[in-house]
C-alpha cells in the first residue's frame, strides 16, 4: 500500500464509520440516532452497488485489473473491504440491539419480535396476514420446472425450508418467497391491541411466522430472510447512443437485475442453505454477511413516519429569507444594488423559488435557462419554469439524465418539460453536467440583463432543510455573460468561450486551481503571506494532490475540511506535515465547496459545484465562482473558521488513515459548528450583502 495516497474506496468506508458512530452519540434524540443508523445503511448499499460493484467488474475482466496510485489491486481492495465492512456491520446490529432498541422502549415505542407476540397480537397480525399479505406473494417452490429466481436488487426474500411432497408429487425441499415492495416494512398494532404504548411489527416477521399458510400440506421446516445486492452501475456507450433518453430508459431495468455483489442473511440461517445461496448467486465466502436483525435496518425509517413526538427529533427551526425592497419586494430591485448570498439550510432556498416565479410572472423577461440536476419532477422550481413558458418566455433546461439513482426522475421531468414546449437539453455526452445554474434575460432601458444564481448544491427544495450548501444570486455583468456562454456552449456544442469571471469545467477550473496552490507555494517562498483553507465532499485527484504537497513542503498552511473521500496523507514529515485534514458529521450533509487562497494578504474565495477529484475536472461540467463582495467574502471565511474550530462534530484525518474525532480539552468550551451557524443566521432577514 502506498505511504503517499489513501485508497478512494477504503476511505469512503472512513466516512461510512463516521457516519455510523453518530448513533453512538447520546446527546442526540432517540430518533435522530435511529436516523444515523438508517443513513449507514442506505450509504452502505450504494457502497456496494455501485463502488464494489465495479471493483468486482474489474477482477472478473480478462485483462489485469489496474493498480491506482495508492498501490492497491482490485483484489486487495475488495478483500480489505470485506475485513472491514463486516466489522462495521456487527457493530451496526450490536448498535441496534444493545442500545438503539431498548432506548426506544424506555420511549414507549416497541418493535416487536416473533418471541414477544401475546395471543392477541398473533390473532390480529393473523387476520392482517390474510387480508393485505397473503394474496400478493407468489412463493415459488425449486425444481427443475421452476429453478433459482432472479432475485430484485435489495428486495426482502425468504428461503424456506421444507418437508413433503406438494399436490403434484413434487419434493425438492426448498422454495423461494419474494416479499414486494408494495407492502409497508412496518405496520402499527391498533391502540387496542398494542395496549398503553406504540407498538410495531416489522412485515418480514408477519410473514416469517405465517410461512406455512403458503404450503398447504407441507411442513415449513423454518425460514430465513436473505438480501441480494447487485452491481447497479449504468453503463451506456455513448459513442453509439443516438438518443440519451431512450438508452436511460432501457438501462433502468438492468439496474435491478446486475450481477450479484453481496448477500446479506439471518444469522441463524443453517450453513448448507447459505452455501445453497451462494452457488446460485456466484459469490464467495467474503459476500456474506450474517446479521442479528433484520436485513436492511433502513426499514426502519418508515417509523419517522409513524412516530411524530418533537422532543424525539432534534428542534425545528426557522429559515431565513432575504430582505426585499418594501416597495417592490422585487429580487431584481434588491439584485441592482446587492448580491444576494444565500447559505442553506440556514438560509431558506424558498429565496430562489421565489426569485424564479418572479422571473417567471415578469413581463420584462425575455429567457430562461437552468441546469437541473437532482431537482425531481415535482419540484415547485419546475412548476415555475412551466409557468414561464405558458407565458411566452424563451425556457431552456438541461436536464443530467444519468444522476445516479436519479435517472428515473429525471426521464419524467423531461418528458413533462417538454409537453409544454421547453427547449430540454440533455447536457453533453461523455460529460455529466453537474453545474448548478440559473441564469434570467431582462430587458432594462433598451438593453438585456443578466441576473445568476450558481450554488453548490442541487435545485432540490428537500434537500436544502439537510445539506449545508452556499449560493449567489447576483447581476454582475462578469459573472452573467459568463454564465449565458456556458449555457451557448451546452445548447449549440461551440467551443469552449473566453471566460472573465468563472473558472469551469472541463477547461479551465482544473488549471485555475493548480495555478492558485502554486501562488500560494511562491508567496510562502517569498516569505509572503500563504494560506489555504478548501471544504469539498471528497478530494481525489492525484495532480492537486500533489500540488498541495508542493506547496506544504514550501511552508504553506493548509487546512482542508473534506466530507467523504480523501486521496492526500496529512502529517507525513518532509511531505504533508503542514496539511491538516477534517471531515464534519453532523445533523446537516456538510455539502458546500468553497476555496480560499490567502494571496498574499490579497484574499480569493471562490465556491463551486465541483468537488476536487479528477471526475469532476475533467469529465463533468462545473462551475466555480467568486466571491467578489467583500462583506459577503468575510461572511463566508468566519463561517469557514468556526468549522475549524469545531471541537464536538469534527474528525481529524491520522497519518495511517484513520480519523480521530476531536474533543473539547478539559476547560475549553465545546463548540459546534452547525449549531453555531444555526443559532447566528437562521430565523432573521438577511440583507444581501451582509
Known sequence: MSTTYFNRELSLLEFNKRVLYQAYDESLPIMERLRFLCIFSTNLDEFFEVRVGGLVEMVELSAPAPVGPDGLAPVQALLEIAERAHHLVDEQYQLLNQQILPLLREHGIHVLRRDEWQEHHTQYLKAYFSSDILPVLSPIGLDPAHPFPRILNKSLSFIVKLDGKDAFGRNSGKAIVQVPRSLPHLIELPPGVAGKERAFVFISSIVHYFMAELFVGMTVIDSYQFRLTRNSDIFLDEEETEDLLRAVQGELAYRQYGDEIRLEIADTCPKDLEQFLLQRCNLNENAVYRLNGPVNLNRFSDLFDLVKTPAFYFTPFIQAMPKLPKRSNSYFDALQKQDILLHHPFDSFQAVVDFLREAAADPNVLAIKQTLYRSGSNSPLVDALVTAAKAGKEVTAIIELRARFDEEQNVALAERLQ?????????????????????????????????????????????????????????????????????????????????????????????????????????????????????????????????????????????????GICQLRPGVPGLSENIYVRSIIGRFLEHSRVFYFENAGTPELWCSSADWMSRNMFHRVETCFPIRHKKIRDRIVEDMGIYLADNTHAWLLQEDGQYQRIRPEEGEAAIDAQAILLERWSARQLPGAV
Open 419 to 563: 409537453r409544454y414546449g421547453i427547449h430540454v437539453i440533455y447536457g453533453v455526452v461523455g460529460y455529466k453536467t453537474h453545474a448548478k445554474m440559473l441564469l434570467v434575460a431582462r430587458r432594462e432601458q433598451g438593453k438585456v440583463r443578466y441576473y445568476v444564481h450558481l450554488g453548490t448544491g442541487n435545485y432540490h427544495l428537500r434537500t436544502s432543510m439537510l445539506y449545508t450548501d452556499y449560493g449567489l444570486i447576483t447581476s454582475d455583468k462578469e459573472i452573467g455573460d459568463d454564465v449565458y456562454r456556458i449555457f451557448l456552449q451546452l445548447s449549440s456544442m461551440g467551443k469552449a468561450s473566453r471566460m472573465d469571471a468563472l473558472m469551469y469545467a472541463p477547461f479551465t477550473l482544473h488549471k485555475g486551481i493548480v495555478k492558485r496552490i502554486r501562488i500560494e507555494k511562491e508567496n510562502a517562498e517569498q516569505g509572503k503571506a500563504a494560506r489555504i483553507i478548501a471544504k469539498m465532499n471528497s478530494l481525489y485527484d492525484e495532480e492537486l494532490v500533489n500540488e498541495l504537497y508542493a506547496a506544504s513542503q514550501a511552508g504553506v498552511e493548509i487546512h482542508l475540511i473534506v466530507r
